[in-house]
C-alpha cells in the first residue's frame, strides 16, 4: 500500500521534473545553436556595415540601427501615454462597473494576435490617417505610405496594453497604508501619488517599460506593411534645418526581425545567406536577451523590495 | 452623561455630534455625540468591530480615502465642522495627525519619513528643516536610537522604534491633535512600554486620541475613557470613574473581561 | 512653537451648520482644495484624465476600425461564398468546393483552408504545451527547491522572450528538416512543424500561469492534507491541483488564443498552402499568414483588401473570446480562492 503510493508519486514527480528539463534543454538549445552558428558572423564589420552585393554580403547596420530607432520612437510614445493612463485608471476612476469592464477590455487587448495590429496600422495609420494628413496638408504622398513613424505608432498601440497593466499592477503594490499615511500628514491626491506611490511604483514601471522595448524590438508581424523595408540604401535620417541629424520618421527603415523573414523566405539565395540570417538571429537575440534579462533582475529586486516593505 | 468629564479644565478640542456613519448601506457608528477635551489624552475602547476606528477615521476624515461614505450629523474642530462645505481636507489633515494600527513608515530613509510632511507644506529651508527633524523625533523619543543612523531606511528599525518614527512624522507638522488607533497592536511590550511614555509626554501639547484594545494601557494613560459597542457610546467618564464605578452594567462587564 | 502652514480651517460657521444637518455623501468630488492648490491638482487630474481616454479611445478604435473595414466585405461577397463555392468537376457534377484565392478571376473567399489551417497548427500546439507547461508549472511551484526555482523560472521567461521570427527561422531551417527525416513527410514545411514552433511560445504562458495559480493556493490546505498522513504527490493532485484548475485552464485557453494568433512562426514553417485538410502533415496556410502574406498585395478599397480584414475580423472575434472566457476562469478563481 505504502509502496504503491509512493511509486506513483515518484513517477509523476519525475514526470513534471522531466517537463521542467525539457524545457530547460530547449532554452538551452535554442541559445546553443543560434550562438554557435551565429557567432562566426559577427565581426565589427558585420554591425558596422550595411548589405551589399544584393544582399549576399554585408553587414546589418541599417538593420540594427532601424530597430533601435523604432523601438525608441515607439517608447517615447507609449510610455507616457501608458502610465499616465495607468494613473488615471487606477488612482482618479474609481473601483465602479464602467472602470472595471475599461480594465478587462485592456487586459484582453494584450492577447490580440500581433497581424490584427499589423492590419489596423496599415488601415488606420497608414491609408487613414497618413492619406488625409496629405489631402488636409496639400502634401503629396508624404504620411500616406508606409513610414517609422506609423510602425512605431502600431508598435506603440501593441505595448500599451502591456505598459497600461504593467504599471497598473506596480501602484497597486503600494500599500493602502502608505496612502493613508501621506494624506494623514495633509497630502493632497497629486502629492500622495508623486511623492509616495509613484517612487514605490518605479521600478515595477521600469520593468514593463523594458519588457516593451524587448516585446517591440521582437514583433515582427506589426511592421510588416506599415514601414519596414526589404532594403535601404540610406539610413532613415534627415537634417533638421539642414545641419542637426536626426530620425527621419517619415522614412523606411531595415528592421533585424524583419531582416531575418526576409532572408530566410524571400532572398534569392537563402541557403547561401544563412550565416547572414544567423548572425542576424544573434545580435537580435543578444538585444532582446539584455533588455529582458534587465527587467527580470529589475522585478527580482522589486518583489524582494516589496516582500520587506 | 455624553460631555466632557469634569476633569479636563481646557475647553473642548473636537465635538462629536450624533454621528451617524455609513460604509456604502452598512452603518458603522449610530448617534454618536462625544466632546474631547483638549491637553489630555482620550482612550476609546470596546470589541472590535464597534466602530473605534470608524470614529477617530471621522476626525480627520480619512475613512473616506479608500471608502465611499455617507454622514448624518456633524464631527466639530475648534467649533467649526470638519464637513463643511468650504473644509480644506490638506489642513485639515495637517491640523490632525493620525498614528494607525500598523506601523507604516515610508520606504525611504528616516529623515526623510520625518521630513515628508513639512516639505508637502513648502518648508525648504535647511535649518528649519533640520530643526524639525530634531524635535519631532525627541518629541516621539526616538532621536537617541537614531540620531546617528537619519540616512539609513526606515525599514530597519524595529517595529516599536517605526512606530515612534510614525508619530514623529505626524508631530513634525505641528498638528494640535493627534489620533492613534491601536498604536501598540502590532508591538512588544518593550515597544509598547516606549509608546505610553511618549503618549505621557506629548499629553500636556496635544489633544490625544487613542484607541486600544488593551483595558490597562487605558488605564494608564488616559483621563478620560469611552466605551463603544456595537457603533455606540455606552458610556464616556473620566477613566478612573470607568475602570472603578462604571455607570453601565455593560460597561463593567467588558472591563471586567466578562466579554470581548 | 509656530504652526509650519497658518490657514484658516472653516470660513462661515452658517454653512458648517447648514451641512451638519444633510447627509454627506463623499463619492468622489468633495475633496476639496483651496486656490492654487486646487487649481494645480484640477489641471493634472484633467491631465491625466484625457490620456486616459486617449488611451481607452485607441483601444476602442482597433475594435471600431477592424469591425467598419471587415464589414465592408460583407457587401460584395455573399455569406455562402465564405464557406464555399459550387462548381462542376471533371464528369460535369455539380460539386461543394472549399477554396481561398482571392486573386484569382473569379476570386474565391472560403475561410474554411484558413480555419481548418489555423486549428490544425493551434490545437496540436495547445495540446503538447498543456502536457509540458503544466508539467513545468508543477514543478516550478510545488517541487523544484527555492534555489532550482530561483534560476529555472528565469529560463522559462527567457523563453518567452524569444522573439517568434527566430523561432519561425529555426523550424524553418532546422525543425523542418528534423521532422522530414523522422516522419518522412510529404512536405518539408507543415502544420506540424509550425505547431512543435508555436508551442515554444505558448509553453512558457502556460507554465508560469500554472505555477501562478498553484502558488495561489493557500497553505492551510497544504498543511492540512499534509497533516492527515498524504504524501506530497496526493497533496498535489488531490488537494492542491483542484483547487488551482480555474487557474490552469485559464492558461491553456489563454495559450490556445496565443497559437491561433500566432504570425510569423506559421508564416515561416507552415508551407502556406491553403488547403482544407485535417492532415497533420500537410502544408497549411493559417489565418493570420493569409493576411500576412496578402495584405501586401491588396490595393486599398479593394475586395480582397476588405476581405483581407474581414479575416482579421473573425480572429480578432476569436482571440477575443478565448481570452474572454479564460479571463472569467481566472475571475472566478480569484472570488472561490478568497472564500
Ligand atoms: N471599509 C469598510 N467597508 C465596510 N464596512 C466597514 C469598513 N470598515 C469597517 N467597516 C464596518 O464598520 C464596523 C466598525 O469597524 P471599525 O471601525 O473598523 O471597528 P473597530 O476599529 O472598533 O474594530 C464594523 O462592523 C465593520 O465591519
Ligand atoms: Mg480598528
Given at each position: 500500500?505504502?509502496?504503491?503510493?509512493?511509486?506513483?508519486?515518484?513517477?509523476?514527480?519525475?514526470?513534471?521534473?522531466?517537463?521542467?528539463?525539457?524545457?530547460?534543454?530547449?532554452?538551452?538549445?535554442?541559445?546553443?545553436?543560434?550562438?554557435?552558428?551565429?557567432?562566426?558572423?559577427?565581426?565589427?564589420?558585420?554591425?558596422?556595415?550595411?548589405?551589399?552585393?544584393?544582399?549576399?554580403?554585408?553587414?546589418?547596420?541599417?538593420?540594427?540601427?532601424?530597430?533601435?530607432?523604432?523601438?525608441?520612437?515607439?517608447?517615447?510614445?507609449?510610455?507616457?501615454?501608458?502610465?499616465?493612463?495607468?494613473?488615471?485608471?487606477?488612482?482618479?476612476?474609481?473601483?465602479?462597473?464602467?472602470?472595471?469592464?475599461?480594465?478587462?477590455?485592456?487586459?484582453?487587448?494584450?492577447?490580440?494576435?500581433?497581424?490584427?495590429?499589423?492590419?489596423?496600422?496599415?488601415?488606420?495609420?497608414?491609408?487613414?490617417?497618413?492619406?488625409?494628413?496629405?489631402?488636409?496638408?496639400?502634401?503629396?504622398?508624404?504620411?500616406?505610405?508606409?513610414?517609422?513613424?506609423?510602425?512605431?505608432?502600431?508598435?506603440?498601440?501593441?505595448?500599451?496594453?502591456?505598459?497600461?497593466?504593467?504599471?497598473?499592477?506596480?501602484?497597486?503594490?503600494?500599500?493602502?497604508?502608505?496612502?493613508?499615511?501621506?494624506?494623514?500628514?495633509?497630502?493632497?491626491?497629486?502629492?500622495?501619488?508623486?511623492?509616495?506611490?509613484?517612487?514605490?511604483?518605479?521600478?515595477?514601471?521600469?520593468?514593463?517599460?523594458?519588457?516593451?522595448?524587448?516585446?517591440?524590438?521582437?514583433?515582427?508581424?506589426?511592421?510588416?506593411?506599415?514601414?519596414?523595408?526589404?532594403?535601404?540604401?540610406?539610413?532613415?535620417?534627415?537634417?533638421?534645418?539642414?545641419?542637426?541629424?536626426?530620425?527621419?520618421?517619415?522614412?523606411?527603415?531595415?528592421?533585424?526581425?524583419?531582416?531575418?523573414?526576409?532572408?530566410?523566405?524571400?532572398?534569392?539565395?537563402?541557403?547561401?545567406?544563412?550565416?547572414?540570417?544567423?548572425?542576424?538571429?544573434?545580435?537580435?537575440?543578444?538585444?532582446?536577451?539584455?533588455?529582458?534579462?534587465?527587467?527580470?533582475?529589475?522585478?527580482?529586486?522589486?518583489?524582494?523590495?516589496?516582500?520587506?516593505? | 452623561?455624553?460631555?466632557?468629564?469634569?476633569?479636563?479644565?481646557?475647553?473642548?478640542?473636537?465635538?462629536?455630534?450624533?454621528?451617524?456613519?455609513?460604509?456604502?448601506?452598512?452603518?458603522?457608528?449610530?448617534?454618536?455625540?462625544?466632546?474631547?477635551?483638549?491637553?489630555?489624552?482620550?482612550?476609546?475602547?470596546?470589541?472590535?468591530?464597534?466602530?473605534?476606528?470608524?470614529?477617530?477615521?471621522?476626525?480627520?476624515?480619512?475613512?473616506?480615502?479608500?471608502?465611499?461614505?455617507?454622514?448624518?450629523?456633524?464631527?466639530r474642530l475648534d467649533g467649526a465642522s470638519v464637513y463643511g462645505k468650504s473644509v480644506n481636507l490638506v489642513e485639515l489633515r495637517r491640523r490632525v495627525g493620525m498614528v494607525f494600527q500598523k506601523p507604516n513608515p515610508f520606504p525611504k530613509s528616516i529623515l526623510e519619513n520625518v521630513l515628508f510632511g513639512p516639505k508637502l507644506h513648502g518648508v525648504k529651508d535647511r535649518d528649519r528643516l533640520e530643526e524639525i527633524a530634531e524635535t519631532s523625533l525627541h518629541k516621539a523619543a526616538l532621536w537617541n536610537e537614531v540620531k546617528d543612523k537619519l540616512n539609513k531606511s526606515a525599514?530597519?528599525?524595529?517595529?516599536?522604534?517605526?512606530?515612534?518614527?510614525?508619530?514623529?512624522?505626524?508631530?513634525?507638522?505641528?498638528?494640535?491633535?493627534?489620533?492613534?488607533?491601536?498604536?501598540?497592536?502590532?508591538?512588544?511590550?518593550?515597544?509598547?512600554?516606549?509608546?505610553?511614555?511618549?503618549?505621557?509626554?506629548?499629553?500636556?501639547?496635544?489633544?490625544?486620541?487613542?484607541?486600544?484594545?488593551?483595558?490597562?494601557?487605558?488605564?494608564?494613560?488616559?483621563?478620560?475613557?469611552?466605551?463603544?459597542?456595537?457603533?455606540?457610546?455606552?458610556?464616556?467618564?473620566?477613566?478612573?470613574?470607568?475602570?472603578?464605578?462604571?455607570?453601565?452594567?455593560?460597561?463593567?462587564?467588558?472591563?471586567?473581561?466578562?466579554?470581548? | 512653537?509656530?504652526?509650519?502652514?497658518?490657514?484658516?480651517?472653516?470660513?462661515?460657521?452658517?454653512?458648517?451648520?447648514?451641512?451638519?444637518?444633510?447627509?454627506?455623501?463623499?463619492?468622489?468630488?468633495?475633496?476639496?482644495?483651496?486656490?492654487?492648490?486646487?487649481?494645480?491638482?484640477?489641471?493634472?487630474?484633467?491631465?491625466?484624465?484625457?490620456?486616459?481616454?486617449?488611451?481607452?479611445?485607441?483601444?476602442?478604435?482597433?475594435?471600431?476600425?477592424?469591425?467598419?473595414?471587415?464589414?465592408?466585405?460583407?457587401?460584395?461577397?455573399?455569406?455562402?461564398?465564405?464557406?464555399?463555392?459550387?462548381?462542376?468537376?471533371?464528369?460535369?457534377?455539380?460539386?461543394?468546393?472549399?477554396?481561398?484565392?482571392?486573386?484569382?478571376?473569379?476570386?474565391?473567399?472560403?475561410?474554411?483552408?484558413?480555419?481548418?489551417?489555423?486549428?490544425?497548427?493551434?490545437?496540436?500546439?495547445?495540446?503538447?504545451?498543456?502536457?509540458?507547461?503544466?508539467?513545468?508549472?508543477?514543478?516550478?511551484?510545488?517541487?523544484?527547491?527555492?534555489?532550482?526555482?530561483?534560476?529555472?523560472?528565469?529560463?522559462?521567461?527567457?523563453?518567452?522572450?524569444?522573439?517568434?521570427?527566430?523561432?519561425?527561422?529555426?523550424?524553418?531551417?532546422?525543425?523542418?528538416?528534423?521532422?522530414?527525416?523522422?516522419?518522412?513527410?510529404?512536405?518539408?514545411?507543415?502544420?506540424?512543424?509550425?505547431?512543435?514552433?508555436?508551442?515554444?511560445?505558448?509553453?512558457?504562458?502556460?507554465?508560469?500561469?500554472?505555477?501562478?495559480?498553484?502558488?495561489?493556493?493557500?497553505?492551510?490546505?497544504?498543511?492540512?492534507?499534509?497533516?492527515?498522513?498524504?504524501?506530497?504527490?496526493?497533496?498535489?493532485?488531490?488537494?492542491?491541483?483542484?483547487?488551482?484548475?480555474?487557474?490552469?485552464?485559464?492558461?491553456?485557453?489563454?495559450?490556445?488564443?496565443?497559437?491561433?494568433?500566432?504570425?510569423?512562426?506559421?508564416?515561416?514553417?507552415?508551407?502556406?498552402?491553403?488547403?482544407?485538410?485535417?492532415?497533420?502533415?500537410?502544408?497549411?496556410?493559417?489565418?493570420?499568414?493569409?493576411?500576412?502574406?496578402?495584405?501586401?498585395?491588396?490595393?486599398?478599397?479593394?475586395?480582397?483588401?476588405?476581405?483581407?480584414?474581414?479575416?482579421?475580423?473573425?480572429?480578432?472575434?476569436?482571440?477575443?473570446?478565448?481570452?474572454?472566457?479564460?479571463?472569467?476562469?481566472?475571475?472566478?478563481?480569484?472570488?472561490?480562492?478568497?472564500?
Amino acid at each position: 500500500m505504502k509502496l504503491g503510493r509512493n511509486i506513483v508519486g515518484v513517477f509523476f514527480e519525475g514526470l513534471c521534473r522531466g517537463c521542467a528539463l525539457l524545457v530547460c534543454v530547449a532554452v538551452l538549445a535554442i541559445l546553443g545553436f543560434i550562438f554557435v552558428k551565429g557567432a562566426g558572423s559577427i565581426s565589427w564589420d558585420f554591425l558596422s556595415t550595411a548589405p551589399s552585393d544584393g544582399m549576399t554580403h554585408g553587414g546589418i547596420f541599417p538593420a540594427i540601427f532601424g530597430t533601435v530607432a523604432i523601438t525608441l520612437l515607439m517608447i517615447v510614445m507609449a510610455l507616457p501615454l501608458g502610465v499616465a493612463a495607468a494613473v488615471y485608471l487606477n488612482e482618479y476612476a474609481g473601483r465602479g462597473r464602467g472602470a472595471r469592464f475599461i480594465r478587462a477590455a485592456i487586459n484582453n487587448l494584450a492577447g490580440v494576435p500581433s497581424i490584427v495590429f499589423g492590419l489596423f496600422g496599415v488601415g488606420f495609420f497608414v491609408l487613414f490617417v497618413g492619406r488625409n494628413l496629405d489631402r488636409v496638408l496639400q502634401t503629396g504622398l508624404l504620411f500616406g505610405q508606409p513610414a517609422m513613424l506609423w510602425a512605431a505608432a502600431t508598435l506603440a498601440v501593441l505595448v500599451l496594453p502591456v505598459i497600461i497593466v504593467t504599471t497598473e499592477e506596480a501602484l497597486k503594490a503600494v500599500p493602502l497604508s502608505h496612502r493613508e499615511a501621506a494624506y494623514g500628514l495633509g497630502a493632497t491626491r497629486w502629492q500622495m501619488i508623486r511623492r509616495v506611490v509613484l517612487p514605490q511604483a518605479l521600478p515595477g514601471i521600469l520593468t514593463g517599460a523594458i519588457l516593451s522595448i524587448s516585446r517591440g524590438a521582437g514583433e515582427t508581424a506589426p511592421i510588416l506593411f506599415t514601414g519596414a523595408a526589404y532594403f535601404l540604401p540610406r539610413l532613415p535620417v534627415t537634417k533638421l534645418f539642414g545641419a542637426i541629424p536626426m530620425i527621419n520618421p517619415l522614412d523606411q527603415f531595415m528592421e533585424l526581425a524583419y531582416h531575418i523573414f526576409i532572408m530566410a523566405t524571400q532572398s534569392t539565395n537563402v541557403e547561401l545567406t544563412r550565416p547572414i540570417q544567423y548572425g542576424t538571429a544573434l545580435v537580435l537575440l543578444a538585444l532582446t536577451f539584455t533588455l529582458n534579462l534587465g527587467a527580470i533582475l529589475m522585478r527580482i529586486r522589486f518583489r524582494r523590495k516589496l516582500r520587506r516593505a | 452623561m455624553n460631555t466632557a468629564p469634569a476633569i479636563a479644565p481646557q475647553p473642548d478640542k473636537i465635538e462629536v455630534q450624533s454621528l451617524d456613519y455609513f460604509y456604502g448601506t452598512e452603518q458603522a457608528l449610530f448617534g454618536v455625540s462625544m466632546d474631547i477635551p483638549d491637553k489630555q489624552v482620550t482612550a476609546i475602547i470596546g470589541p472590535s468591530g464597534c466602530g473605534k476606528s470608524t470614529l477617530i477615521k471621522a476626525i480627520n476624515r480619512i475613512g473616506e480615502i479608500s471608502n465611499d461614505i455617507r454622514i448624518h450629523g456633524d464631527v466639530r474642530l475648534d467649533g467649526a465642522s470638519v464637513y463643511g462645505k468650504s473644509v480644506n481636507l490638506v489642513e485639515l489633515r495637517r491640523r490632525v495627525g493620525m498614528v494607525f494600527q500598523k506601523p507604516n513608515p515610508f520606504p525611504k530613509s528616516i529623515l526623510e519619513n520625518v521630513l515628508f510632511g513639512p516639505k508637502l507644506h513648502g518648508v525648504k529651508d535647511r535649518d528649519r528643516l533640520e530643526e524639525i527633524a530634531e524635535t519631532s523625533l525627541h518629541k516621539a523619543a526616538l532621536w537617541n536610537e537614531v540620531k546617528d543612523k537619519l540616512n539609513k531606511s526606515a525599514m530597519e528599525l524595529s517595529g516599536g522604534q517605526q512606530q515612534r518614527l510614525c508619530i514623529a512624522r505626524a508631530l513634525a507638522v505641528d498638528p494640535e491633535v493627534l489620533l492613534m488607533d491601536e498604536p501598540c497592536s502590532a508591538l512588544d511590550p518593550i515597544g509598547t512600554a516606549r509608546i505610553e511614555e511618549t503618549i505621557e509626554v506629548l499629553k500636556d501639547q496635544y489633544c490625544i486620541v487613542i484607541v486600544t484594545h488593551n483595558m490597562q494601557q487605558a488605564a494608564r494613560v488616559s483621563q478620560s475613557t469611552a466605551f463603544f459597542m456595537k457603533g455606540k457610546i455606552i458610556e464616556y467618564d473620566d477613566t478612573e470613574k470607568i475602570f472603578t464605578t462604571p455607570a453601565e452594567k455593560l460597561t463593567e462587564d467588558y472591563i471586567t473581561g466578562r466579554f470581548g | 512653537m509656530e504652526p509650519l502652514v497658518q490657514k484658516t480651517l472653516v470660513t462661515g460657521s452658517a454653512e458648517a451648520k447648514s451641512s451638519s444637518r444633510s447627509p454627506v455623501s463623499t463619492g468622489g468630488g468633495l475633496r476639496q482644495y483651496h486656490g492654487r492648490q486646487r487649481l494645480r491638482e484640477g489641471l493634472i487630474h484633467a491631465f491625466l484624465a484625457v490620456n486616459g481616454y486617449l488611451a481607452i479611445f485607441l483601444i476602442a478604435l482597433i475594435f471600431l476600425f477592424l469591425f467598419k473595414e471587415g464589414f465592408q466585405a460583407l457587401k460584395t461577397v455573399q455569406p455562402l461564398q465564405w464557406i464555399g463555392h459550387k462548381t462542376l468537376d471533371f464528369d460535369g457534377r455539380e460539386v461543394f468546393r472549399f477554396i481561398w484565392q482571392p486573386l484569382s478571376s473569379t476570386p474565391k473567399y472560403s475561410l474554411m483552408p484558413l480555419l481548418s489551417g489555423s486549428f490544425l497548427v493551434a490545437l496540436p500546439a495547445t495540446l503538447l504545451s498543456t502536457v509540458i507547461g503544466i508539467g513545468c508549472g508543477v514543478y516550478l511551484a510545488e517541487l523544484a527547491s527555492p534555489r532550482v526555482r530561483e534560476l529555472l523560472k528565469p529560463v522559462v521567461e527567457l523563453l518567452a522572450g524569444i522573439p517568434t521570427v527566430v523561432i519561425g527561422f529555426l523550424a524553418l531551417s532546422v525543425l523542418a528538416s528534423v521532422v522530414q527525416s523522422v516522419f518522412h513527410t510529404q512536405f518539408r514545411l507543415n502544420a506540424f512543424v509550425g505547431a512543435l514552433g508555436v508551442s515554444l511560445v505558448i509553453i512558457p504562458v502556460i507554465a508560469s500561469m500554472t505555477e501562478d495559480a498553484l502558488r495561489a493556493v493557500p497553505n492551510e490546505l497544504r498543511e492540512a492534507s499534509y497533516g492527515l498522513g498524504a504524501t506530497r504527490w496526493e497533496t498535489l493532485s488531490r488537494v492542491i491541483l483542484p483547487a488551482g484548475i480555474s487557474g490552469i485552464s485559464a492558461s491553456i485557453l489563454l495559450g490556445m488564443g496565443r497559437a491561433l494568433g500566432e504570425t510569423m512562426i506559421v508564416l515561416m514553417a507552415t508551407g502556406n498552402a491553403a488547403v482544407f485538410t485535417a492532415d497533420i502533415f500537410s502544408s497549411v496556410r493559417t489565418m493570420t499568414a493569409t493576411i500576412a502574406a496578402e495584405l501586401g498585395s491588396a490595393a486599398q478599397g479593394s475586395e480582397v483588401y476588405y476581405a483581407l480584414f474581414f479575416v482579421g475580423s473573425v480572429l480578432f472575434t476569436l482571440t477575443f473570446l478565448i481570452n474572454l472566457v479564460s479571463e472569467i476562469v481566472v475571475e472566478r478563481m480569484r472570488r472561490r480562492l478568497r472564500l
